[in-house]
């Protein structure tokens, strides 16, 4: 071979494009550092600790790859993998990506992360001045950062890869009504790529979850984890199966005592083990090599068992994979334990999506007005408290010549009973007043009055807290009609910690249920061109409506002589029949949209009633779950664990002491 000709050869090698690494080859060569400032893991990122996660690190540089769909829990390392990812596209793949994450604040940490572990692992960085939250310059490679709530930020920009993170948290403003929108504008960003790689991670939230549905569409990957015993795959779940063959098995037992009554926490963190399909027993100690010995298969794959063979084709344009908190440090008994507690302060749909990583489906269904008030007919009349309630709350719904206000009382696991019920109307002339008239009958026919206890057969007793009559502790009042009048009502009432204005707000966190903010001014404009301003400021819990919605539909379909259940007055049918008509009369009805799928929506079966009484018992409930949670040492809904000595410890509002007058006689 010539000189020439050996020249020719190695000029011609050097323009055959580069063979990309293996994602997982690329990691494990590359020993990815991390920043202590930032990441909680110590020493090099390790895959084979964490070998689910090498599925989809392949499919980021597999080239048929179009999108992949990561369903999971909390605490499961998803963030720090999409850092992984970008790091590996900058170094062997590199062209203009965007990130959407669901606000400015999270932007500003994605960015920090991902600058702190570009640095640490030698990738050029621009200096601190030059940073911003629109976009991110690591190496050769440019990211743009956006967020639904900015969405000149989803256009202009094209994209090879769009990588979106929490999805199922995107706010929903006037310009993103559905956090689809979000979604939609971001999946323009790749028209222009014939290859392009669109990512989607977030834990499922209840009901409406958007990364359930995605993650349904795709091959459905699942870590088929391998017994340390008898050496069957299978996929690590939580439930056991209930039926067949296996009933009992595939799934974390031992929380429970042989009679079917759960354990406390501490027991089921003690005892609960996995149960495998065979029944092999596998602890907490061998929990890891059952987890790090299995394998990830897709929809249509099986695996021999002896042979550790692979059959079956996988899609692999549409990859989707699911984690929970098994593919995490926490133990059988730790998931037990969470699970325990969840049963216990009624807090499941929280544990199927931060531990579970599953979308909560709630079982109840809105009843017909008869049957609720026959059904969930307690024992007192109106005006009366069951002896089980430990405290009231009342909610009101403001209307433009009418405010509607309900009472509840409430105990044990979130078991609550209907006390009292108003329509207070609104009197002509009252315009010039500076409290209206309908607000102003709340303080004497609500706030000055002190219900008395009884027991089953109707005779005056005491509560756990050792009280004969007690009155409301905390109003939740609509702010969002009126709310000027609200503002000068409330003020009106002085230094006062038992009522606070409330809004719905589709946005809030639906695992947080609620946030609490002052606003100093109106947001829009009156007719000359001004903003109402309130002053001393008022404070408004924000709530997301629909988490108390689904909570009371479930409540309403639980079984009556069970904690938990929702309770109306003996009588309701015969003198509260337009409450009960009211409660009842937005359901949510399956919706069929465009695109084929069906969706849920709330609509009114009668509309000439309204559902006042309906939100009105939303805010109640949303009240007493700010008193719950304020309780000192975070009981949640175990009433065991509730402070009855001093009257101020069930005051949740202000920080000063509260006299007991304000709520006890």
């Not at 994209?159 to 323009?188: H, L, M, Q, W």
Request: aromatic fraction near 10%; charged fraction near 30%.
């Amino acid at each position: 071979m010539t000189a020439m000709t050996r020249l020719r050869n190695m000029t011609a090698d050097g323009f055959l494009p580069r063979k990309a690494e293996d994602p997982a080859e690329w990691a494990t060569r590359r020993r990815i550092r991390f920043n202590e400032d930032h990441e909680a893991s110590r020493g090099p990122y390790d895959l084979a600790a964490r070998p689910w996660w090498a599925y989809p690190l392949r499919a980021i540089g597999n080239a048929l790859t179009r999108f992949i769909r990561l369903k999971s829990s909390t605490q499961v390392g998803k963030t720090l993998f999409l850092l992984i990812a970008l790091l590996y596209l900058c170094e062997n793949a590199p062209a203009t990506a965007m990130v959407v994450v669901p606000d400015r604040i999270a932007a500003q940490e994605f960015s920090e992360r991902l600058y702190s572990l570009a640095e640490e692992n030698g990738i050029t960085t621009p200096p601190i001045w030059r940073r911003n939250t629109k976009r991110i310059d690591i190496g050769d490679m440019r990211i743009w950062l956006a967020w639904p709530r900015s969405p000149n930020t989803l256009r202009g920009k094209r994209c090879k890869y769009v990588f979106r993170t929490e999805i199922d948290v995107f706010p929903k403003t006037k310009k993103t009504k559905e956090a689809g929108n979000a979604i939609e504008a971001s999946n323009r960003r790749v028209k222009a790529f014939r290859r392009y790689l669109i990512l989607d991670e977030s834990t499922p939230v209840a009901e409406s979850s958007e990364i359930d549905k995605l993650e349904s569409d795709s091959n459905q990957a699942r870590w088929f984890a391998k017994c340390p015993h008898c050496g069957k795959h299978q996929i690590a779940r939580f439930f056991t199966y209930k039926e067949g063959d296996r009933a009992g098995l595939g799934g974390v037992t031992g929380f429970r005592h042989e009679s079917g009554a759960m354990k406390s926490a501490e027991q089921a963190r003690r005892d609960s083990y996995y149960a495998c399909v065979n029944g092999c027993k596998i602890t907490n100690e061998e929990k890891d090599e059952f987890m790090i010995g299995g394998v990830m298969l897709a929809k249509g794959q099986s695996i021999d068992d002896d042979t550790g063979e692979i059959t079956g084709e996988a899609d692999d344009r549409i990859v989707g994979v699911h984690l929970w908190a098994a593919h995490s440090h926490d133990s059988w008994g730790d998931i037990a334990a969470e699970y325990v507690v969840a049963l216990r302060d009624n807090t499941l749909a929280d544990f199927f999506q931060n531990t579970l990583g599953l979308q909560f489906q709630h079982t109840g269904k809105m009843p017909e007005w008869q049957e609720l008030g026959q059904r969930m007919a307690g024992y007192h009349v109106r005006g009366k408290v069951p002896r089980e309630a430990w405290f009231l709350t009342a909610g009101g719904d403001v209307q433009d010549r009418e405010v509607y206000v309900t009472v509840r009382a409430w105990g044990d696991r979130r078991t609550s009973w209907l006390v009292d019920w108003f329509v207070f109307d609104r009197e002509d002339g009252d315009d010039g007043a500076l409290v209206k008239s309908d607000l102003a009958q709340i303080n004497k026919a609500v706030l000055a009055r002190r219900y008395p206890i009884i027991g089953p057969d109707g005779v005056r007793c005491n509560n756990p807290r050792g009280r004969d009559r007690i009155g409301v502790a905390l109003m939740a009042i609509d702010s969002n009609h009126r709310t000027l009048d609200v503002h000068n009502w409330i003020k009106s009432l002085g230094k006062t910690n038992r009522v606070i204005a409330c809004r719905g707000e589709a946005h809030v966190d639906p695992s947080k249920k609620y946030q609490i903010n002052t606003v100093q001014e109106s947001q829009r404009t009156d007719g000359d061109g001004k903003k109402t301003q309130y002053t001393g400021g008022l404070t408004i819990m924000n709530i997301n409506p629909e988490v108390f919605r689904v909570d009371i539909e479930d409540r309403m379909a639980a079984d009556p002589h069970q904690p938990g259940a929702w309770m109306v007055t003996s009588d309701c049918i015969d003198i509260g029949s337009f409450f009960l008509k009211q409660v009842v009369n937005e359901p949510r009805l399956p919706i069929k949209g465009k695109d084929g799928r069906v969706k849920f929506e709330r609509k009114e079966r009668d509309t000439t009633i309204g559902h006042d009484f309906w939100d009105t018992s939303v805010y109640e409930s949303a009240a007493a779950q700010r008193m719950v949670d304020d309780f000192p040492g975070s009981p949640g809904w175990d009433a065991s664990r509730w402070p009855k000595g001093e009257t101020n410890q069930l005051a949740t509002v202000a920080s000063e002491k509260m006299i007991s007058r304000d709520f006890d006689e």
